[in-house]
């Protein structure tokens, strides 16, 4: 059984809003504000994207369209396995047993069977859990987001990001998907909230080869370039 401790969280919002460019939050103010992933998407140039399309294209031997359309599938089926995985371990988190375990269901992998592995590393690893999909902003960076968990990591008091992959990831795929700077906007986010200081963040990534792979971040290390991401797309925003 996991340790629960309760926190008073400050949550200014009146609804969540979704868009064509990604998911907002209003507050009771009127601002609108971006999650840190649609932040990170609108500022994404895609540069990526066309080799991926072309890629597939090959490996399938079909059109470039027909390739387009199979790695939206690729992104979709993903995505779904991804909320699948989430709901699994929040449910397991919250001490709540079996109850969440997913009905027979079309994936392209099982989530239940990737949350196996995600399971025993959780029951290793995590206790003392501050927040599970709680909703955090702040008003200075403009931002706002819901945080998969907030919990002692072997002890260490920590943000922690769920993500899943079909292949295994390295250090410099963390860091080109901006996910170093993604937790540390949590832990940021965290403190305005709460007033409670986070130094670590750690990235679970459960691949689809059943491992579970943590990697970990010294917050202060990403602070900065956290500024440079929120004034780059502050300025783009004004010169629209």
């Known amino acids: 059984m996991f340790t629960h401790i309760k926190h008073e969280i400050v949550r200014p919002f009146v609804k969540e809003e979704h868009t064509e460019n990604g998911h907002y939050y209003r507050t009771d103010k009127g601002d ?3 999650s840190i992933t649609t932040l990170f998407k ?13 890629s597939i ?4 031997n079909i059109t470039e369209a027909e390739a387009e359309i199979e790695c939206k599938r690729i992104g979709e ?3 779904k396995v991804g ?10 988190l919250k001490n709540l047993g079996d109850q969440c375990v997913n009905e027979v269901e079309k994936y392209d992998k099982d989530p ?5 592995p995600l399971k025993e590393h959780l029951d290793e690893h995590i206790n003392n859990i501050h927040a599970i ?18 919990a002692e990591y072997d002890g260490v008091l920590s943000v922690i990001d769920f993500k899943n992959s079909r292949k295994p990831k390295m250090p410099s795929d963390i860091k080109k998907s901006h996910y170093n700077e993604q937790v540390t906007a949590y832990a940021q986010m965290w403190e305005f909230c709460t007033k409670q200081k986070i130094e670590q963040g750690v990235i679970l990534v459960i691949s689809w080869d059943g491992k579970v792979r943590p990697f970990k971040v010294n917050i202060q290390d990403y602070i900065s370039s956290l500024w440079d991401t929120l004034i780059n797309y502050q300025t783009t925003e004004a010169l629209k």
């Open 42 to 54: 609108l500022l994404d140039p895609k540069d990526w994207y066309p080799h991926w399309v072309n």
């Open 32 to 34: 609108l504000y971006p």
């Open 133 to 150: 999909e709680a909703k955090l902003y702040h008003d200075e960076m403009r931002l706002a987001g819901t945080v998969d968990l907030i």
């Open 77 to 79: 089926a993903s995505m």
């Open 83 to 92: 909320t699948a995985l989430h709901l699994l371990a929040e449910c397991h």
């Open 112 to 116: 239940n069977e990737l949350f196996k």
């Open 57 to 60: 294209a090959k490996k399938m």
